[in-house]
Every structure is written in C-alpha cells, then in structure tokens.
C-alpha cells in the first residue's frame, strides 16, 4: 500500500465522504482555505472510521437525512512532502433535491459542482481522482 518510505515525519488516517447526485457533487472549504474538498477528515486515536466519518457529517454538513455507509469503498494515499495521509472513501448518492437542501444548510462553506467543473483551481487533484475512481467503480 505504502510503495516507498524515504522519510515521514507525519501520518494520519483520514476519512471522506462522496456526496452526489446524479450529475453533481457537494464539496466543502474549510475556513481560512481557498480549495473545496469532499466532507471528511482527520480519524482521532479514539475512533473508528465510521465514529470519524460521522464527527466529520456533524461538523461539516450537520445534520443529515441519509444512513451512512458502513464501509469505505476504497482507500488511497497521498503525500506533501514528508507528510503521508491515508484516505479511507465512502460515498452516498442522493437526488438532486436532496443534495440542494443538504448545500443549504452546511455548516461549512459548500458548493454543488457538476462533474466537468471540477479542476485544481477549485479543489485538489486528489478530490477529482477520489471521484473519478467511485465513478468507475
């Protein structure tokens, strides 16, 4: 999974949702940042990937009215520098009406982007690969 160490000087777990509908995706932007990302973040020492997924819904969306998936649908890899993140994936599609009322009332800054707007001046390469990847899948 991990091809090759030369040196880490950080780790962490991290855990995404995909929110879409048909034809577009909700992507959120933390405060103070410029990019969008799909909902999700760190996992704490403390938790399992579904209790950081859930965190991350309540702090990032709020309140939802969709069950959330029990397992990832795959996992990727990324690295700045000396830094290493793991990404485990889950994904729920909703109806189009459903997606705008769930971008209503985030609680982050958040946008609905259909699938050919997505590019790295909105949001990071790794974002628009998670997706293309659950796409396929």
Known sequence: FINKIDVISSFSLRVA?????ETRVLLVRNEGKIKYKH???HVKLSESLIQGLKREI???????NFEVPSNPLFF???????????NAYFAIT???????????TTKLSSKLY????LN????????INALKRY???
């Open 39 to 41: 909902v999700g973040g």
């Open 120 to 127: 790295s001046d909105v949001t990071f390469d790794s974002e």
């Open 76 to 86: 990727d890899q990324v690295r700045v520098n000396d830094d290493l993140m793991i």
């Open 17 to 21: 949702i995909i929110v879409m509908s």
């Open 135 to 137: 796409l396929t899948l």
């Open 94 to 104: 909703v109806n189009e009406s459903e997606l705008e009322n769930i971008s209503k």
């Open 114 to 117: 259909s699938f050919d707007d």
């Open 58 to 64: 309540a702090e990032e969306i709020g309140e939802i």
